[in-house]
T-cell receptor, first 113, second 111 residues
Framework: NAGVTQTPKFQVLKTGQSMTLQCAQDMNHNSMYWYRQDPGMGLRLIYYSASEGTTDKGEVPNGYNVSRLNKREFSLRLESAAPSQTSVYFCASSDGGGSDEQYFGPGTRLTVT | EDKVVQSPLSLVVHEGDTVTLNCSYE??????LLWYKQEKKAPTFLFML????IEKKSGRLSSILDKKELFSILNITATQTGDSAVYLC???????????FGTGTRLQVFP
């Protein structure tokens, strides 16, 4: 089992460019999440998906869109990147419905210049 | 507003020392409190606490939750250099799958 995988590992964008971060899990989990981690701010939830076909906003959704493509995959899109979106992005998954542990992917380090 | 505060922000100790990390919260309704360890990359799960007063143990690590005083502690005894990491506390809200994280405590253990 690979667990939770993310691509790419690193990315540099110019202001205004767009990109999609990919996430996949092979644990047959129902719920998937996107977080960003900034120095001194801890992990903050951007969007999450409790099941295939549903998505909900988290704490910091502005500037992002998500797609739950199927049960395995959950992508995060930046339509017009801004320097404030420079961060490390983590995808996570959990079984949901009473199983509380979330499993995290290795992260994507994004720099917007 | 739901809030999770960890202290200290940073801690430097020598191998063999015992450390206590604190997590206090202002969350009105939560299902469980989770502790994670984050080294270079992804956070890895340590403990989940749901009931007040029941200690969870795993080797040299232990944790307990006090729902009356609204805090949890993570103890690490006989620290080793491999314990150096950021330790994150998070609360899972009721009726959602949302985790609210604290800012973390950075622990550095020197030989």
């Amino acid at each position: 089992n690979a667990g939770v995988t993310q691509t790419p590992k690193f990315q540099v964008l110019k202001t205004g460019q767009s990109m999609t971060l990919q996430c996949a899990q092979d644990m047959n989990h129902n719920s998937m999440y996107w977080y960003r981690q900034d120095p001194g701010m801890g992990l903050r939830l951007i969007y999450y998906s409790a099941s295939e076909g549903t998505t909900d906003k988290g704490e910091v959704p502005n500037g992002y869109n998500v797609s739950r493509l199927n049960k395995r995959e959950f992508s995060l899109r930046l339509e017009s990147a801004a320097p404030s979106q420079t961060s490390v992005y983590f995808c996570a998954s959990s079984d949901g419905g009473g199983s509380d542990e979330q499993y995290f992917g290795p992260g994507t380090r994004l720099t917007v210049t | 507003e739901d809030k999770v505060v960890q202290s200290p922000l940073s801690l430097v100790v020598h191998e063999g020392d015992t450390v206590t990390l604190n997590c206090s919260y202002e969350v009105t309704n939560f299902r469980s409190l989770l502790w994670y360890k984050q080294e270079k990359k992804a956070p890895t799960f340590l403990f989940m606490l749901t009931s007040s007063g029941i200690e969870k143990k795993s080797g040299r690590l232990s944790s307990i939750l006090d729902k009356k005083e609204l805090f949890s502690i993570l103890n690490i005894t006989a620290t080793q250099t491999g314990d150096s990491a950021v330790y994150l506390c998070a609360l899972l809200l009721y009726n959602t799958d949302k985790l609210i994280f604290g800012t973390g405590t950075r622990l550095q253990v020197f030989p």
